[in-house]
């Protein structure tokens, strides 16, 4: 009961004791009961370990998800609460669904703004209906719009996240790579900066779950040249997105030319990316991480959506490399940095780089 009430004022706080725009309210009162279902009936973990009943793989996983929660505190210096210590069954395909938008001739995505997390460029939905109105919604408006699957998402330290039954379809390296994830943006979150909260929970991530699963399990085992080769995977497409983003903005800031003639030179370039990708960049690749890109709806949201994620990837290598490649001493650098309110964080760490180098 203590524990409901406390989630029934959290809500109460987010939903009423900061101010909003309406539509962000109208927003945050149609997710709240998705959000309270999802905070309530949570299991810990050690409990759920203790039925006889548990089926192999559920356990190994379920065990594997607190030796990364330990590791990620006393090796990464991440948050330490209870996220990822808590289980909450979910008989449905995902967590939630994200919506992104951007105009038909920009890649500047449609941004809201919401108490604690600051300005975002997605919406999150708990329910697949109401994300697939909204897009119907703001398509009749004139945006072009994406909705993707989400299996896990952070409550910033808000409330604990549990570990959700979709995440356990995922490989160990995946697993250990989104827990990793996840509990950065509740150790370190810039409020009104995306792009860095994502770009450096992606680094992180990503090198957290390459030395852990190294640790673990051995540097020549399965995890780790999955890890190694998704890795590797991050940076092509990153290069790819970029180069697809500044081919788009060209095109967009021209003035030499109709919105028309924009349009229908717009709708080549997607048609030509899909070719480009399969024939240039997906022979690069070593999973088969990004294999369903060209299957997506390919529009302005789905370009703007990717560039959130990577947005420059390069940054968060030379910061690591200039903190003697310890993680857990860079994510306490990083930490500071945002703690001291300087603004954008990821222009304070590229002024940082010059003064080092």
């Not at 395909?93 to 500047?108: D, G, R, Y």
């Not at 095109?251 to 349009?263: A, P």
């Not at 709806?297 to 994620?309: D, I, Q, S, W």
């Not at 030379?318 to 001291?340: H, N």
Request: charged share 30%; with cysteine; net charge neutral.
């Amino acid at each position: 009961m203590k524990t409901r009430l406390k989630i029934i004022l959290i809500l109460a706080l987010l939903l009423g004791g900061f101010s909003c725009g309406p539509e962000e309210l109208a927003y945050l009162l149609q997710q709240a009961p998705g959000q309270l279902l999802l905070l309530m009936d949570r299991v810990p973990i050690e409990k759920v370990l203790k039925r006889k009943d548990l089926d192999p793989e559920t356990r190994a996983k379920l065990e594997l998800i607190l030796d990364v929660k330990k590791y990620s505190e006393e090796k990464i210096g991440l948050v330490r609460n209870k996220s990822y210590t808590i289980y909450r069954e979910l008989d449905r395909e995902t967590v939630t669904w994200n919506l992104t938008a951007c105009p038909k001739l920009s890649l500047t995505p449609l941004k809201w703004e919401f108490p604690v997390v600051g300005e975002v460029p997605y919406l999150g939905f708990f329910k697949k209906e109401d994300a697939l109105k909204k897009e119907a919604e703001l398509e009749a408006q004139g945006y072009d719009v994406y909705v993707r699957r989400a299996d896990a998402y952070s409550m910033l330290g808000i409330v604990s996240d549990p570990v959700y039954t979709p995440m356990l379809k995922w490989n160990n390296y995946e697993l250990v790579n989104t827990v990793i994830h996840e509990l950065t943006h509740g150790t370190v979150w810039a409020k009104g900066y995306p792009e860095f909260n994502e770009n450096f929970a992606l680094f992180v991530g990503n090198q957290g779950a390459l030395d852990y699963c190294s640790e673990k399990f051995g540097k020549d085992s399965e995890e780790v040249k999955y890890g190694i080769g998704s890795s590797q995977d991050d940076y092509t497409f990153y290069l790819y997105i970029t180069a697809l983003g500044d081919e788009l903005k060209a095109l967009y800031s021209r003035r030499d030319i109709s919105d028309e003639e924009k349009l229908k030179l717009k709708a080549e370039i997607f048609e030509k990316t899909k070719k480009d990708f399969e024939e240039n960049w997906m022979p690069r690749m070593k999973t088969q991480d990004y294999a369903g890109w060209t299957k997506r709806k390919l529009n302005n949201a789905t370009v703007a959506g990717r560039l959130v994620y990577y947005h420059d990837l390069s940054l968060y290598q030379r910061v690591y490399e200039k903190q003697g490649s310890d993680l857990k001493k860079m994510v306490e650098f990083v930490k500071e940095v945002v703690a001291k309110n300087t603004g954008d964080p990821e222009m304070y760490l590229q002024q940082w780089l010059l003064k080092e180098n």
